[in-house]
């Protein structure tokens, strides 16, 4: 298959980026680190055909980009013979409360925020009030400052709130988080980035919460009518037929029958 792409690659002069390239198999690598090495001497060879898995193709100019993450679990080291066809180029995740914090000292920060001016919102208040033929009582007037301030403010919802108490727990038990009900591409969209291999919850004030390997997360839906591909490429989906769940069934009807003929009696003798 990788052999397919890359004659195909080469003859057309397309560039292709070959994503999560290091969850390949040791010994796939091998075999397609061979073959990048045909199509790279030919290139620095200049020929315009080559040889290549035993068929003569035509050699355009053409780029092969892969991105990897070295420090996942289950990711392979490239093999010397692989890491020749390449120029690295190290992506690191930035600090940004660092970052922050330098650019707001060369802008002149270096105290708390200082209390917001709201003299022009005051002065139109007052005057609003007047023109209604109110009286102008200050904690009136403040309370409707406060009101202004709690607009377009961050509320943390229940999912955001679980996730970040999980985080916070410093126990290495393994922490469930169950979604009970339908989902909508709405609402799941927005949880991609906590199901692939990210696992950071992203909010709309910016916020980024990581997960931990020991937290989990299983949604108990009726159907994924609704779901996306790219919700459904990342999660497990187990089916539970009918015929599955006979078994809770039939635990409560045993209940039911043993609580029958513990708490009833008959009052009408049985007839046969």
């Not at 090495?37 to 980009?65: P, T």
């Not at 919850?201 to 996306?228: P, T």
């Not at 635990?251 to 029958?257: A, D, G, L, P, W």
Request: charged share 25%.
């Amino acid at each position: 298959m990788m052999g397919k792409l890359f004659r195909g690659l080469a003859q057309a002069g397309n560039w292709t980026c070959l994503d999560e390239f290091n969850r390949i198999d040791i010994e796939v690598l091998s075999v397609v680190a061979q073959q990048l090495l045909i199509l790279r001497e030919g290139r620095i060879q200049g020929k315009e055909h080559i040889n290549f898995m035993g068929i003569e193709i035509l050699l355009k100019d053409h780029h092969v980009i892969v991105t990897m993450n070295p420090g996942y679990a289950g990711r392979t080291e490239l093999p010397d013979n692989l890491k020749v066809c390449f120029r690295p180029v190290s992506m690191m995740v930035p600090d940004y409360a660092l970052i922050a914090e330098i650019m707001l000292f060369a802008e002149g920060g270096a105290h708390d925020i200082p209390p917001n001016d709201y003299g022009e919102l005051q002065a139109s208040l007052e005057e609003e009030i007047t023109k209604a033929g109110l009286q102008k009582v200050p904690t009136y007037i403040t309370k409707v400052i406060q009101l202004f301030d709690i607009f377009n403010e961050w509320h943390d919802g229940l999912a955001s709130t679980i996730m970040r108490e999980a985080v916070a727990d410093e126990t290495s038990d393994v922490k469930w988080t169950v979604f009970d009900g339908p989902i909508d591409a709405l609402w799941i969209e927005n949880m991609n980035t906590v199901l692939d291999d990210n696992m950071t919850l992203c909010l709309a004030n910016g916020e980024r919460i990581k997960l931990k390997s020991e937290m989990k997360m299983l949604f108990e839906v009726m159907d994924l009518a609704v779901a996306s591909p790219a919700t459904v490429s990342r999660i497990g989906v187990v089916y539970m037929t009918a015929t599955d769940l006979e078994f809770l069934i039939t635990s409560y009807v045993e209940k039911c029958i043993q609580f029958v003929r513990k708490k009833s009696f008959e009052l009408v003798p049985t007839v046969v």
